[in-house]
């Protein structure tokens, strides 16, 4: 048998890569604290003040905005071949905006309450940073699986960050918590709530606490 015969065959029983590799688990795992898109890369900083006053609200825009971050990733990388680099900026903003539509209509026919709530910025996802910025950095140039993980990572880093602001913002602005009031419940009916919490200041307020927390932890210096 040839040298060369040989060779053919180690590289074909070359085993494949786990599906969730050392190297694939970073993809999800570092979006929640090292790499963060809010606190360390700071991007979508827009809907982590204007739709965390209650924690309903917020929790629908990080499922949405987890969607269309997951399925552009996806469609981006499957036709990351097929693109000019001349007009990859319009392919990008088409797909997500193709997935905004759907995600805008779908709250329309089911959550109409929920759609008049978010309003404008069910469209603004849009303009997202962090959904253009994966596109750009991350699906252009990487398998569709691996683009997957990457988008459920920073999805994930994305909506805990939100979700944690509005459950202070709720908690404190108006004394519940998915609607339901808490101080009522454990006998405190006249707990004073605290109003600074409903504006964007108290929001700027509980982001600014969560980034010096986590970048106490993490030894996160800017350069």
Do not use: H
Request: hydrophobic share 50%; charged share 15%; proline share 4%.
């Amino acid at each position: 048998m040839s040298t060369e015969t040989i060779e053919k065959q180690e590289v074909q029983k070359k085993p494949a890569e786990p599906i969730l590799s050392k190297r694939r688990k970073k993809f999800v795992l570092d979006p929640l604290s090292d790499d963060n898109p809010i606190t360390i890369q700071v991007l979508g900083i827009c809907s982590a003040l204007a739709v965390t006053t209650q924690l309903k609200p917020t929790l629908t825009m990080a499922i949405s905005v987890t969607f269309v971050m997951v399925f552009s990733n996806l469609a981006i990388s499957l036709m990351r071949k097929l693109i000019p680099n001349r007009v990859r900026i319009i392919v990008q903003l088409a797909v997500i905006a193709t997935l905004v539509t759907l995600v805008s209509e779908f709250l329309k026919a089911y959550q109409y309450d929920m759609y008049k709530e978010l309003s404008v910025f069910v469209g603004l996802i849009i303009t997202n940073c962090i959904v253009m910025g994966r596109l750009e950095a991350f699906a252009l140039a990487n398998k569709p699986w691996d683009s997957i993980l990457d988008a459920l990572g920073n999805g994930a880093g994305y909506s805990w960050i939100i979700l944690t602001v509005a459950f202070f913002r709720e908690l404190f602005g108006s004394g519940s918590l998915f609607g339901w009031k808490v101080f009522e419940a454990i006998g405190f009916p006249n707990f004073p709530t605290n109003g600074l919490m409903v504006t964007s200041v108290g929001a700027f307020f509980i982001l600014g606490l969560i980034v010096w927390v986590q970048r106490i932890k993490t030894g996160y210096v800017e350069r």
